[in-house]
C-alpha cells in the first residue's frame, strides 16, 4: 500500500455538496453523486454492457471537467451494469462505419485518454466485471483500480477485434505494468482474473465486491487528504507530461493510423464473424 508523508497545514477545500447531476439528457449514460467529503462516483450507466461509444466517451470526459472545475477530491469510475464494467469501444462504431462519424469516435476516444490521464483530481476505478480492450485502456489512464476477485476479467485484448494495439496504448500499459509484462499480456491477449492482474501490477487491489472496491477507492483518495492538491497535481502532471506531449505531437498521425485500421476491409469482414458471433452466443445460451 501507499505511505504517503503528512503535510500538517491545513488544506482549503471547496465545500462539495452531495449531490447528482444526472438530470440532463446525454448525462443520463452516467450518474454522478459527489459525497459530504467531496469524493464522486461516475457510474457508468449505457445498458447492456457500457460499450464506449462517442455520447459515453464524451459524458465521462464533461463529468471530470465539472468535477474539477469543482475542485472535488477525487473520483472513482465504475458501472451500474452488473458483472461487466464496459464490454471496451462499441463495436457498433466500428463496424461499416460513416466516416465523419468515426473521426468524431476517434477525437473523443482520444480526448477521454487524455481528460483521464491527466486529470488534476485523483482518478480511481472500482472494476466490478469484465473490462476489455478499450474499457482496460481507460482504467489505465487513471490513477488507481481496485478490481473484484471472481469472474471479472480485465486486459487488452485488441488482436481479438483485429485491432494490433497501437504505440500510445502500449505505452500507457507499460507506465503501470513494465515492458515484460506488456509485452505478454499483448501478445497473448491475455485476460486477466483480479489475482493475477494484481501481480502484474494491472490493478492495485482486489476487493472481495463491488462495494468493497469503491471503499477502497475512497481509501486511496483519502491518502491524499494530507498533500496540498496543487502540489499533487504538479508532481503528478510532471511525471506524466513526457506521455501527454509525445500524445499530443503524434495525435494526428494515432487518428490516422486508427482510421485505417477500422476501415481496412480485412477488419470489417473480421468484425463481420466477431458481432455475429456475439450475437450467435445468445441464440445459443437460449436454446
Ligand atoms: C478512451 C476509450 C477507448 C480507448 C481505446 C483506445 C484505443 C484503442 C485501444 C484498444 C482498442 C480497443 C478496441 C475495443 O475496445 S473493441 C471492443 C472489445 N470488446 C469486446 O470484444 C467485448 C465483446 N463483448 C463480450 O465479450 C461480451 O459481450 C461481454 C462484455 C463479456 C458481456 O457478455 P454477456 O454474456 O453478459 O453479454 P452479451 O455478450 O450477450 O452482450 C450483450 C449485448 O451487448 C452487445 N455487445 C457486447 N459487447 C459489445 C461491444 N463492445 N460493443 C457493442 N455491443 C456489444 C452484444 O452484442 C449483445 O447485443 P444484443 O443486441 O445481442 O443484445
Redesign the pocket.
Known amino acids: 500500500m501507499f505511505h504517503l508523508r503528512k503535510v500538517s497545514r491545513d488544506v482549503a477545500r471547496v465545500a462539495v455538496k452531495t449531490r447528482r447531476l444526472s438530470s440532463a439528457p446525454e448525462r443520463s449514460l452516467v450518474d454522478l453523486s459527489v459525497d459530504k467529503e467531496g469524493i464522486a462516483i461516475v457510474q457508468m450507466q449505457r445498458a447492456?454492457?457500457n460499450?464506449?461509444n462517442i455520447e459515453l466517451?464524451r459524458t465521462i470526459c464533461d463529468s471530470v471537467s465539472d468535477l474539477e472545475k469543482d475542485k472535488c477530491k477525487g473520483m472513482i469510475l465504475t458501472s451500474a451494469s452488473p458483472?461487466?464494467f464496459s464490454?471496451?469501444?462499441?463495436?457498433?462504431?466500428?463496424h461499416n462505419p460513416d466516416m465523419k462519424r468515426l473521426e468524431e469516435f476517434s477525437k473523443?476516444?482520444?480526448d477521454?485518454?487524455l481528460k483521464?490521464f491527466g486529470s488534476k483530481i485523483v482518478t480511481t476505478a472500482a472494476i466490478d466485471g469484465?473490462s476489455?480492450?478499450?474499457?482496460c485502456?481507460?482504467a489505465l489512464?487513471l490513477d488507481y483500480r481496485s478490481m473484484t476477485a471472481g469472474k471479472a476479467r480485465i486486459g487488452?485484448?485488441?488482436t481479438?477485434?483485429g485491432?494490433p494495439?497501437?504505440k500510445?496504448?502500449a505505452d500507457l500499459m507499460t507506465r503501470t505494468m513494465g515492458q515484460r509484462n506488456t509485452e505478454l499480456a499483448l501478445t497473448s491477449s491475455f485476460m486477466f482474473p483480479a489475482e493475477r492482474a494484481l501481480q502484474v501490477g494491472l490493478v492495485d487491489e482486489v476487493a472481495k465486491d463491488k462495494e468493497d472496491a469503491v471503499e477502497r477507492c475512497k481509501k486511496f483518495i483519502k491518502l491524499y487528504d494530507n498533500i496540498l492538491p496543487a502540489v499533487r497535481t504538479h508532481t503528478k502532471l510532471s511525471l506524466r507530461q513526457d506521455f501527454i506531449v509525445e500524445f499530443e505531437k503524434n495525435r494526428e498521425q494515432y487518428l490516422k493510423d486508427?482510421m485505417n485500421t477500422i476501415t481496412n476491409p480485412a477488419f470489417q469482414n473480421g468484425l463481420d464473424i466477431?458481432?455475429s458471433s456475439?450475437?450467435q452466443?445468445?441464440v445459443k445460451?437460449a436454446a
Open positions: 447492456p454492457v460499450s464506449l466517451m458483472n461487466i464490454a471496451g469501444m462499441d463495436l457498433m462504431e466500428l473523443s476516444m482520444f477521454l485518454v483521464l469484465y476489455g480492450a478499450g474499457a485502456v481507460v489512464a487488452l485484448n485488441d481479438a477485434v485491432i494495439p497501437a500510445w496504448v486508427f466477431y458481432i456475439l450475437k452466443k445468445k445460451a
